[in-house]
């Protein structure tokens, strides 16, 4: 069964930086594609950053030059590197893939709070 694990979210400063992590329960490169999403209270969950697997990579513009996605294929993790954080950045960070037969797998979400 597929399974994807998040975590790192936390209560941080204006200014600071977090790091999430995406374990997945079997080999990423299962996925054509995986991303970080992100949804607060009322909202429609949107995309944070991506890579596809012939490694096209994207990011909102919201969140360009503070936010860096990778991969660790050895480890089967996908990580979000958040610098530079605002408050308008908390919400609950989702880890999402697609495999090749456009199946969709998330997982349980972490809080990433921004708050002095």
């Known amino acids: 069964q597929v399974q994807l694990v998040e975590s790192g979210g936390d209560l941080v400063q204006p200014g600071g930086s977090l790091r999430l992590s995406c374990a997945a329960s079997v080999t990423i490169s299962s996925f054509s594609r995986m991303d970080w999403y992100r949804q607060v209270p009322g909202k429609e969950r949107e995309l944070v950053a991506g890579?596809?697997?012939?490694?096209?990579?994207m990011y909102a513009d919201s969140v360009k030059g503070r936010f860096t996605i990778s991969r660790d294929n050895a480890k089967n993790t996908v990580s979000l590197q958040m610098n530079s954080l605002k408050p308008e950045d908390t919400a609950v960070y989702y880890c999402h893939g697609q495999t090749r037969g456009l199946y969709n797998y998330w997982g349980q979400g972490t809080q990433v709070t921004v708050s002095s």
């Open positions: 890579f596809t697997s012939v490694g096209i990579t």
